[in-house]
């Protein structure tokens, strides 16, 4: 028999085999994997909304380029429009030579427009007419689509009101500079033809009708540009720079300027700028040799040419019917010359318009106009340079009258009601006159420009809808 130690393990149960750790640890390995799977599972969704986040904010920005893009497709159409019209004015007779048209109203596409990328875009354009009638204002709707490869198109549509513009938006307008030399002038404003309707009478001013827009304006930008000295200002005073100078007695004010305030900084603007065409006499016109005591006839609209008018003592020009009149004296002459007791008369119901680049004198009994309305008797200034003219009016009674003489030297003389418009190179108002800006004339102006009044994007169906068999088709 075989010795046995006493170090030997002694036979029984615990001489099997340790068991191994293996089977403890499955449980573990196992959750570690569903944590890396869940791991990995966020970290794919978040990859996925990061990547779908930058595919919708490509698409967004895609959608935004094509938005602004067909932003300016109907804005180029509306201009078309505009530049047609304008083309008509300034006497062409291509202006709507490549529209369609069907005698009043006009349309177009614009076509072929690439922004790239496969995508194209184009614009529609519809007029509502092409020859309104005086005083109305047409409408230009303009339709644009940019169409992409890869969505739908994007379409903006605009509806534009055009107004003819203007040369008497504001009642006193000067590139130099305007002076107030009376110790108790003012400036105000009315409106003559409040409804818009020429077939309904006038108003005349009044201080039951008296406004707060009696606006004056000097694109100069020195300090001396606006003396406004002790002239009282209901209403405006706009400048090219600097700050009107006024008077111890002076004021700038409005309706809604508390009572403790003399100069309403509020009404004072010091970035005015306005573009002061120069304007051309008509080359038509009966000539004749000189004028007498009457000129046109009563009811008829007649065009004259005449070197001068030259009236002294006791003499008369009496104006019958729509009269227009050319003079014809050049720079430095005196195209009118009124002295001594004559005058010019405007009888109601008549109108006279005079177009000359010579030097303009009436004092004596001035110019006597019966209507209300200052547009019935119109100084057209034409002389092309700066500083070249002068016209000094003097009104019997109220003057009551409108001028554009954008390379001229006003002066305005009379202590009573001076009522209109006055556009020129510089303005003197001597005397203690009274200005009254005439509202309904910022819608005078039957062969000047068009200018945009109101815009609006029409971006319902429900406002697209009244154009909707318009755009159709075409």
């Known amino acids: 028999m075989m010795s046995r130690s006493k170090h ?3 036979p029984g149960p615990h ?26 599972a966020i970290i794919a969704l978040m990859l996925g909304s990061y990547l779908n986040l930058n595919l919708s904010s490509t698409r967004l920005a895609k959608r935004s380029f094509h938005s602004t893009a067909a932003l300016n497709l109907v804005e180029a159409g509306a201009e078309e429009a505009v530049w047609s019209f304008n083309r008509v004015t300034a006497g062409h007779n291509d202006g709507w030579t490549d529209w369609n048209t069907d005698g009043t109203s006009a349309w177009k596409k614009l076509s072929g427009f690439d922004f790239g990328a496969n995508t194209s875009g184009w614009t529609k354009v ?4 092409t020859n309104p009638p005086a005083r109305t204002n047409p409408k230009v709707v303009a339709l644009a689509s940019v169409n992409p490869p890869d969505g739908p198109p994007v379409t903006r549509m605009i509806e534009v009101v055009l107004r003819r513009r203007s040369y008497f938006s504001n009642g006193l307008v000067a590139k130099d500079r305007i002076v107030f030399s009376g110790a108790n002038a003012s400036v105000d404003s009315w409106n003559s033809d409040p409804d818009g309707d020429p077939a309904t009478p006038p108003v005349d001013y009044s201080a039951e009708v008296r406004r707060d827009q009696g606006s004056v304006a000097s694109m100069n930008v020195a300090n001396t540009a606006m003396l406004v000295n002790q002239a009282d200002i209901w209403g405006y005073v706009y400048t090219g720079g600097s700050q009107p100078q006024v ?3 002076g004021s700038i004010r409005g309706a809604d300027t508390p009572e403790d305030v003399r100069i309403d ?3 004072i603007t010091t970035d005015f700028n306005a573009a002061l065409p120069a304007v051309a006499a008509p080359a038509d016109g009966i000539t004749i040799a000189n004028i007498g005591s009457t000129l046109g006839t009563a009811g008829l609209a007649t065009r004259w040419r005449c070197a001068a008018i030259n009236l002294s003592g006791n003499q008369t020009l ?18 009118i010359s009124v002295t001594g007791n004559a005058g010019i008369i405007v ?35 034409t002389h092309p340079t700066a500083g070249g003219q002068e016209m000094q009016i003097a009104g019997n009674g109220a003057l009551r009258t409108v001028v554009y003489a954008p390379n001229a030297s006003v002066t305005i003389n009379g202590n009573g009601n001076v009522l209109g418009s006055v556009v020129a190179n510089d303005i003197t108002l001597v005397g203690n006159a009274a200005f009254h800006y005439d509202e309904s004339l910022a819608n005078s102006g039957e062969d000047t ?22 755009f159709a088709g075409w």
């Open 318 to 335: 009496t104006i019958r019917g729509d009269v227009t009149l050319i003079l014809t004296a050049t720079s430095g002459m005196n195209a």
């Open 15 to 40: 001489l099997l085999p340790a068991p191994t750790r293996h089977g403890s640890m499955q449980p573990a390995r196992g959750s570690v994997l569903i944590v890396a799977l869940l791991l990995s």
């Open 247 to 249: 008077g111890s007695n």
């Open 347 to 381: 009888p109601a119901g008549s109108t006279f318009t005079v177009y000359t680049e010579g030097n303009v004198r009436i004092a004596g009994n001035g110019i006597g106009n019966a209507n209300i309305q200052p547009r019935t008797l119109q100084f057209w200034g």
């Open 449 to 470: 420009p068009y200018g945009i009044t109101k815009w609006r994007e029409l971006s319902t169906a429900e406002s697209r809808a009244a154009y909707a068999e318009v």
């Open 8 to 10: 030997s393990p002694r």
């Open 265 to 267: 900084a509020n009404r």
């Open 126 to 129: 519809y007029v509502t007419s």
